[in-house]
């Protein structure tokens, strides 16, 4: 079972910021919080991830909260190339059968003009 | 960098059929996953391979469903014989640290 909670859909104007949260309450302390996106008819496309601090790369910047039971990822400046649905996924550090992503069904984004 | 390549993209049968898709990863990767998506859900994951070996395939139904990856690179699942519920998008992903995605392949069962 998904270990995460998001909104099933959000809408967003072209041009201003998408703030897209979740919610990860019992996410443990070697858990990493992951964001990954899928485009209509395309495989899931890596986002950013985070552990404790904030994380910013060229797509978007990744909130976590203190206690770290909730995130928000940030895309700064929506385009209509960012309408998909972007999936939460909490995963821990190590690898072998830890390494699996399990999805959701994470929150159709639609950008509008 | 080549992505990840899935063939075929689109994929119809009838029920009963038999049907095979083929992955070939990132050059290096030496895990390999297989992801089913049936429409409107997330993906989840089938099988995992690290290099030639089966790290997970908890998720598989193995009285109709068979995957391998032989020298570790290209993989290949096959279903056999198919029903109309197997109709979804066949994901294959492989990873160092994350996790890169095909386009899959969307088979559709009638």
């Known amino acids: 079972d998904a270990k995460t909670t998001q909104p099933p859909s959000m809408d967003c104007a072209e041009g201003r910021a998408a703030n897209l949260p979740c919610n990860h309450s019992?996410?443990?302390?070697?858990?990493?919080v992951y964001w990954y996106r899928q485009i209509h008819s395309q495989g899931p496309q890596y986002i950013i991830h985070g552990l404790k601090n904030n994380e910013t790369n060229e797509m978007a910047s990744l909130i976590i909260t203190e206690d770290r039971k909730s995130s928000t990822l940030i895309l700064p400046h929506a385009t209509l190339r960012d309408t998909a649905v972007y999936y939460c996924i909490v995963r821990p550090t190590n690898t072998g059968t830890a390494s699996k992503l399990t999805f959701g069904t994470g929150t159709r984004l639609q950008v509008t003009l | 960098e080549a992505g990840v390549a899935q063939s075929p993209r689109y994929k119809i049968i009838e029920k009963r059929q038999s049907v095979a898709f083929w992955c070939n990863p990132i050059?290096?990767?030496?895990?390999l996953y297989w992801y089913q998506q049936i429409l409107g859900q997330g993906p989840k994951l089938l099988i995992q391979f690290q290099n030639n070996g089966v790290v997970d395939d908890s998720q598989l139904p193995k009285d109709r469903f068979s995957a391998e990856r032989l020298k570790g690179v290209d993989s290949t699942l096959k279903i056999q014989p198919a029903k109309l519920e197997d109709s979804a998008v066949y994901l294959c992903?492989?990873?160092?640290?994350?996790?890169?995605f095909g386009p899959g392949t969307r088979l559709t069962v009638t």
């Open positions: 992903a492989s990873s160092q640290t994350k996790q890169y």
């Open positions: 019992t996410i443990s302390g070697n858990e990493y």
């Open positions: 050059s290096g990767h030496a895990t």
